[in-house]
C-alpha cells in the first residue's frame, strides 16, 4: 500500500471515529433532553410511554394521551424533545417492520394527516399564537393625546 493511499485510510478512519463521537454526543444530549422534560413536566410521562411502545398502542391512544395535555404550559424546547421522541419512536418501528423509516404522507391528496404530523399540529398550531404565548398580558400603546 503507498503512502497516499495509507494516509487516505488514516483520514477516513478518523473521519469514521469523529462521526462515532458525534453520533453518541448527540444521542447522550437528546436523552439528557427527555430526561429534563419528564423532570420539569411529568404529565409527559405517559406519553413517552407510549413512545417507547408503540407496537402495543395505536395512533388513537397516542393522539388522545397528547391531547390530553396543556401544551400552552409547556415551554418550546421541550415540545422539541416531544416531536424528537416521537420521531425516533416511529422511525424504529418502521424499520423493525422492514417499512421506509420515513413516510410524511406528504403530497397524498385526500388522505388523513399521519399521526406524527397531527402530533406536530397540536403542539405547533398553525396560524395561530405560538403555544406559550399569552394573549392579553401586552399593553396597548398609548397615544400622546390621553
Not at 388522545?64 to 395535555?69: F, P, Q, T, Y
Not at 423493525?96 to 397531527?118: C, M, N, W, Y
Request: include cysteine; glycine fraction near 6%.
Amino acid at each position: 500500500m503507498g503512502e497516499l493511499s495509507m494516509k487516505r485510510k488514516a483520514e477516513r478512519d478518523k473521519k469514521l471515529e469523529d462521526s462515532k463521537k458525534l453520533l453518541h454526543w448527540w444521542s447522550a444530549w437528546h436523552r439528557e433532553q427527555a430526561t429534563e422534560a419528564l423532570a420539569k413536566y411529568p404529565d409527559l410521562a405517559e406519553l413517552f410511554r407510549a413512545f417507547k411502545n408503540l407496537q402495543h398502542t395505536r395512533p388513537v391512544q397516542v393522539l388522545g394521551l397528547a391531547s390530553s395535555i396543556d401544551w400552552s404550559m409547556i415551554d418550546y424546547d421541550t415540545k422539541l424533545t416531544v416531536v424528537h421522541e416521537c420521531n425516533s419512536a416511529i422511525t424504529r418501528y418502521r424499520e423493525k417492520h422492514s417499512l421506509e423509516p420515513i413516510d410524511d404522507g406528504v403530497g397524498a391528496p385526500g388522505k388523513p394527516e399521519t399521526p406524527f404530523r397531527q402530533l406536530k399540529t397540536l403542539l405547533f398550531p398553525p396560524n395561530g399564537a405560538p403555544t406559550g404565548a399569552q394573549p392579553g398580558l401586552s399593553k396597548p400603546h398609548r397615544s400622546s393625546k390621553e
